[in-house]
């Protein structure tokens, strides 16, 4: 029952964000969002602490997922910069979204699991994308350039989701692993957030989405010898999948134990 209510705590925070944009608080869309994420990965750690895991959970999660990071960014960008001025078109534009976001769950659901990373962008970091920049300005602007701006970036969020591009694993990252340089920029990045967190959210969440296609510029530069297989073919984030056949035998989260009984 404990992990089946973290579990109903995300969606019901993807549930909100619906509703604040539907009302134009879009600074608490953007903050229910950041709760459904952080939900997302509390989850699985409790399903794993308390033995607690069943094909319902799963499939719950998976639901879950998809209102709080496919239903829930979609709405929120649709009314916080494509309605004013591209109504019919911002429709078309956040369902393409959505769809894509539901496509990467189902298609997780029948993945193998490798926990060295993820193929296409998982579903709650195109989330973490959507609300740090509704955060960065909860103010939208009536513009036609706005709502061109808007439609490029769920456009490109929902290639990036069903792409066969790799991601890493946040919860495999291990600082002592880490060169020079990318302990630096994390040490930034930290301190970007602590001084101004609305940038430091824009930069950390897209930092992450560049880091998929920067990885694969990086392995054609170094050519076909370079490509590794070690990420979840055919699927992705650990966002979803079904317990005994994939990683939703881990969890929705990054890969860890799914969500539990019912």
Same mark, same amino acid.
């Given at each position: 029952? @404990? ?23 879009? +600074? ?9 994420? =952080? =939900?997302?990965?509390?989850? $699985? ?13 799963? +499939? ?27 109504? +019919? ?16 769950? /189902? ?12 193929? $296409?962008?998982?579903?709650?970091? /195109? ?11 909860? @103010? ?38 880490? *060169? ?21 959210? @824009? ?11 920067? *990885? ?6 170094? $050519? ?9 073919? +055919?699927? *992705?984030?650990?966002?979803? $999948? ?12 990054? *890969? ?7």
């Amino acid at each position: 029952m @404990v992990p089946n209510a973290v579990t109903l705590s995300n969606m019901f925070c993807g549930f909100l964000a619906c509703i604040y944009a539907s009302q134009g608080s879009y +600074e608490k869309a953007a903050i229910a969002i950041g709760f459904a994420i =952080l =939900l997302d990965g509390l989850d $699985g750690r409790v399903a794993r602490k308390l033995n607690a895991t069943s094909k319902f959970g799963v +499939e719950f999660d998976s639901f879950s997922d998809l209102t709080s990071f496919g239903i829930a960014p979609a709405i929120v960008m649709y009314h916080w910069c494509l309605r004013p001025v591209a109504d +019919e078109f911002g429709v078309f534009v956040c369902f393409i979204y959505a769809l894509c976001a539901a496509s990467r769950l /189902a298609r997780f659901n029948i993945s193998v699991e490798d926990s060295k990373g993820f193929t $296409g962008l998982p579903t709650p970091g /195109a989330a973490a994308f959507v609300a740090a920049l509704v955060n960065f300005s909860p @103010v939208p602007e009536s513009s036609l350039a706005f709502a061109v701006f808007g439609s490029v970036v769920m456009a490109s969020l929902a290639f990036l989701m069903v792409s066969k591009i790799d991601f890493f694993s946040i919860k495999m990252l291990r600082v002592s692993s880490l *060169g020079l340089f990318a302990r630096v920029s994390i040490g930034a990045m930290i301190g970007l957030i602590w001084y101004n967190s609305a940038i430091g959210f @824009v930069a950390l969440s897209g930092a992450y989405i560049l880091s998929g296609p920067l *990885g694969l510029v990086r392995k054609w530069i170094k $050519g076909p010898g370079s490509v590794s297989d070690g990420s979840v073919s +055919e699927g *992705g984030s650990g966002d979803e $999948g079904p317990a005994g056949t994939n990683p939703k035998g881990l969890s929705s989260q990054e *890969g860890e134990v799914p969500t539990q009984l019912n």
